[in-house]
């Protein structure tokens, strides 16, 4: 079986070279995994996965072609080069295509401690436990928790190998845990509500208590039971971590070069404006030690750094490649993410809102009628637009007091506004993905309902 | 080559230097423990997608990807592993993890014999698939489908169009000694445009495709409907006005917002989630759960169809399955472990990404048969509510069986008339209630133009859905307009 190594990715950029390639960059990454189920106290599944892939992206002038192949063996290889080199001949060639301006690769790489050197792949045995305690927990919090979809437990593993013809290589690995819990709570008219929690890490000694993701996974099945739809009404929405994060997310992909060019988001020529409340400050960090969105170089070999995207509701910064930036005039910002035989995307590293003073608590205080907001389902965000319209569930605050669970109405607003109507931010910033909000209070938004 | 994909069975074996009495081996090897099942699932998938944005075919990519799959499944218990290098040894290696599922105390099971093939349906026999077809050819269209909406008004900023074409060989062998094996092409064309006036910026898409050759988009000029929907779509929108907010009347065009099955019914009834009972239609069968003009039906077995299979991913040629009959829920959708657990027959719903997953029931092309009212009629007997005719995507909650999906071009109905544009909005609704509310059924089923693909537990799979005119007497609309 071929050896993914340094030699290997320096001789497919000479095979490229050879082939007539002006410019040439490889990525192999390599993974494997195990993922553990149970289900109501029984094994339920076992999956185990060993991948391997290799990327090229090879430029003829200003023309290029991207391929990915799972065939490592360097015959099969020849031809895959000669291949994509070939199909590079065949398409139009772009003003603003290449590789990165040379003089910007790093020299050295930070140590980001992205892998877990004391725990590899989790045994079966061992995963199994893990699940079943987690999902124990669960099923034994309240004699309404009837049944289960299940806890889970995943451990992986993976490798990432990047060089280009410009003299650039790099290697990093990194190692990612996971335990979700999803307990089915079922009230006496038989109605029945799902909760799901999880934990997840590079590390396995800092992944949550198993028991503690099971009992919070039942909480929230059990204060969705007796959910009823409200009266559509026009009143205050307190987003809670993970749907203010979603947010976040929507205006990373809003912020995003190859969005901005394209004329598709509401952000287009608002770089240095006010597009948020002064309350929010929004930084992107790929250097933060440890964390699930870091790595040490981006997806095309350019440094990554921590930066402010939003300044005191300023926007400081759009996310961009290396093409997007050349398309707008700007520089790349290190945020060029890449998937094996795709060309770079932008994405945002480690995402966060900085925190605020108030607890969750005082922020629903503040409500005199409102819905927090703890579920969110469907794809209604206009990222061109900033429409936004999505199905949501929570629970209703009366005189500043949660009471009654919500289910099947409707938010609606548009993110230029409710960006700009942040009124209050949570203290409660937890770093549970790359992606992370403290809770969030918007003015005044729309909801459907009967 | 051209010989192995008419006889799919020989691929495998002729590629990966595979034999029967290999094969025999392994799966005896992932039956060693108490087991009641175990196949290997193979995979080859090559595929090319070109992109043009700002008037450039700017973007060719290629992809060859290939491995093989070992299960085994014990009662409710099923252990997986894969690999993505086909040979013996690393098949071996996995026999031995994904039989770890099974209790350790061996018993005698028969030696497995490969042998019999599975009859498939010829549902997609094409001479040629469109990656036969030369790059320069399906970049010239997307040159001229850049040109064509560009043309189509002054307010169209940006064209972005997509081609993506594959073709994947699959190949199921399991412990009945049954061979299944098929030769699946797929294709999608895909054009967005952006439009911009005084008053802000819009996006438009229409694309398709299925299981067709390239002169299908050729044929009755598809590629100029597809561009000038797009573009059209695009600057109606320019006009929208906020949508309403609130539970009111809402016609739902035909054709793509047969995606309210999907998210409403569909997945509700899918063999999982009713085995384990957390489907808000567990146990319903038998029971009215829709208006008596309603049947729904999924059906993998339409010539052509994005959401067509000869044979589903566990070898099991796909059928055609009611799911409700005139308001009375029928079935489930079921794979192998499903429809063994639940004492009933697979329904050919088996369906997995790629051999780096686990099949689970899925749907295939899932559609409402039509009724007898003009769209014309429906439309009129609307004094206020919504129409809806195109959809983006939409998502459920299995358990409480609430679902959404958001409407992209909409229409305000005034006094039988659909009048403004309206922004696109959110609908929500709950699954086991809303086609109850359906009173009247249009005679112009359409399927949607072969876009649609459905995720569920991290695996997507192509999808079709369909829908004639239908009136719902009261949906939720999530506008911002109150």
């Known amino acids: 079986m071929a050896q993914v190594d340094a030699a290997l990715a320096e001789w497919v950029l000479g095979v490229a070279r050879r082939n007539g390639a002006t410019a040439a960059e490889v990525l192999c990454v390599s993974a494997e995994s195990l993922a553990a189920g149970v ?36 015959d099969g290889l020849e031809d895959f080069v ?43 045995d061992t995963a ?19 049944n289960s979809e299940g806890a889970e437990f995943d451990s992986g593993r993976y490798h ?57 996974a039942a909480k929230r099945a059990l204060r969705r039971l007796g959910s009823r739809k409200i009266k559509t009404t026009r009143v205050p929405i307190v987003f809670d971590p993970d749907m203010a994060a979603g947010l976040l997310r929507a205006l990373a992909g809003a912020a995003s070069g190859p969005s901005l060019y394209k004329g598709a988001s509401f952000l287009v020529d608002k770089l240095g404006e006010r597009i948020a409340s002064p309350l929010v400050t929004i930084r992107d960090d790929g250097i933060m030690v440890g964390a699930m969105g870091s790595k040490p170089f981006d997806g095309e070999g350019l440094a990554t750094n921590r930066k402010s995207l939003v300044e005191q509701g300023v926007l400081k910064t759009y996310l961009l490649d290396s093409y997007s930036a050349r398309k707008l005039k700007l520089q790349p910002t290190g945020n060029a993410a890449r998937s094996v035989g795709d060309a770079p995307t932008v994405s945002a590293t480690n995402l966060y809102l900085e925190p605020g003073s108030h607890s969750p608590q005082e922020i629903i205080a503040t409500v005199k009628q409102g819905l927090y907001v703890t579920e969110l389902i469907g794809f209604g965000v206009n990222g061109v637009t900033g429409d936004y319209s999505r199905g949501a569930g929570g629970m209703w605050i009366e005189n500043g007091e949660l009471t009654f669970p919500v289910q099947e109405v409707t938010i609606a607003g548009n993110l230029k506004e409710m960006f700009q109507s942040i009124e209050m931010i949570g203290n409660d910033l937890l770093w549970r993905s790359s992606v992370v909000s403290p809770t969030l209070k918007i003015a005044e938004m729309m909801i459907a309902g009967a | 080559m051209a010989n192995d994909l008419v006889r799919p069975e020989q691929f495998f074996l002729n590629r990966f230097g595979m034999n029967e009495s290999g094969l025999e081996r392994i799966l005896g090897s992932a039956l060693e423990r108490k087991a009641d099942y175990a196949d290997l699932f193979f995979e080859y998938r090559s595929a090319e997608g070109l992109a043009l944005e700002e008037s450039m075919v700017n973007h060719t990519s290629k992809s060859v990807s290939h491995g093989v799959g070992v299960r085994v499944c014990a009662e409710d218990r099923t252990g997986y592993a894969y690999s993505d290098e086909v040979t013996f040894d690393r098949m071996r290696i996995a026999a031995e993890a994904a039989r770890a599922i099974a209790d350790s105390r061996a ?64 190949m199921i ?38 299981r067709v050759e390239w002169s299908y988009f050729l044929d009755q000029d598809r590629w100029k409907h597809y561009t000038r929907e797009a573009a059209r779509q695009a600057i109606v929108n320019l006009d929208a006005v906020d949508a309403p907010a609130g539970e009111m009347i809402v016609v739902l065009g035909n054709g793509w917002p047969g995606i309210l099955l999907h998210e409403a019914i569909g997945h509700g009834l899918e063999g999982d989630f009713n085995r384990k009972g957390v489907s808000a239609f567990s146990g319903r069968i038998g029971q009215s759960v829709a208006s008596p003009l309603c049947t729904v039906i999924d059906d993998g077995t339409i010539a052509n169809r994005r959401g067509s299979l000869n044979v589903d991913d566990e070898g099991t040629p796909t059928s055609r399955t009611v799911l409700i009959e005139k308001g009375i829920l029928r079935g489930y959708l079921q794979d192998r472990l499903n429809a063994r657990l639940m004492k009933t027959a697979p329904t050919g719903n088996g369906r997995r990404e790629s051999f780096a997953h686990v099949p689970m029931p899925r749907m295939t092309n899932t559609f409402m048969l039509p009724g007898e009212s003009t769209p014309e009629e429906i439309i009129g007997s609307v004094k206020k509510g919504l129409y809806a005719v195109s959809f983006g995507g ?16 909409a229409y305000l109905i005034e006094d039988g008339k659909a009048t403004r544009p309206v922004k696109g909005a959110t609908l929500i609704g709950n699954g086991p209630d809303v086609l109850t509310r359906v009173s009247m059924v249009g005679n112009d089923l359409a399927l949607d133009s072969g876009i649609g693909t459905c995720g569920k537990d991290g695996q997507s799979v192509p999808v079709g859905v369909g829908l004639p005119t239908i009136r719902i007497d009261g949906i939720t609309v999530g506008g911002t307009r109150a």
């Open chain 1, 39 to 74: 289900r109501l106290g029984e094994v339920e599944k076992l999956k185990s996965s060993r991948e391997r892939r290799l990327g090229i992206r090879v430029f003829v002038g200003q023309s290029s072609a991207n391929a990915s192949t799972a065939e490592l063996e360097r």
């Open chain 1, 82 to 124: 000669a291949h994509t080199v070939g199909l590079a001949r065949l398409t139009a060639a772009d003003p603003s295509a290449g590789l990165p301006d040379a003089t910007l690769h790093p020299k050295g790489f930070p140590e980001l401690e992205l892998a877990d050197n004391d725990q590899g792949i989790v045994d079966a």
């Open chain 1, 128 to 146: 199994l436990a893990i699940a079943s305690r987690a999902e124990r927990a669960a099923l034994s919090a309240d004699p309404r928790i009837k």
């Open chain 1, 160 to 216: 990432v190998m990047f060089a280009n013809s410009q003299g650039f290589a790099g290697e990093y690995e990194g190692t990612s845990f996971h335990i979700g819990v999803a307990p089915i709570a079922q009230s006496d008219s038989g109605a029945m509500q799902q909760g799901y929690w999880y934990t997840a890490n590079r590390h396995f000694a800092k992944l949550e208590n198993a028991e503690a993701v099971g009992a919070m």
């Open chain 2, 107 to 170: 018993e005698p099971h028969a030696a497995v014999q490969v042998g019999g093939a599975v009859t498939r349906h010829q549902l997609y026999e094409l001479e040629s698939t469109p990656l036969d077809v030369p790059i320069e050819e399906r970049a010239k269209l997307l040159r001229q489908i850049d040109e064509l909406a560009r043309a189509y008004d002054p307010r169209v900023r940006n064209v972005m169009a997509s081609f993506a074409a594959e073709r994947k060989i699959v």
């Open chain 2, 173 to 210: 062998v399991n412990s009945e000694g049954r061979v299944a094996a098929d030769v699946q092409p797929l294709c999608r064309l895909n054009v967005t445009v952006i439009a911009e006036d005084e008053k802000g910026r819009q996006v438009g898409s229409f694309g398709g495709g299925g």
């Open chain 2, 394 to 409: 939409g998502q459920v909650d299995i358990t409480n069986g609430k679902f959404v999906f958001s409407a992209s071009e």
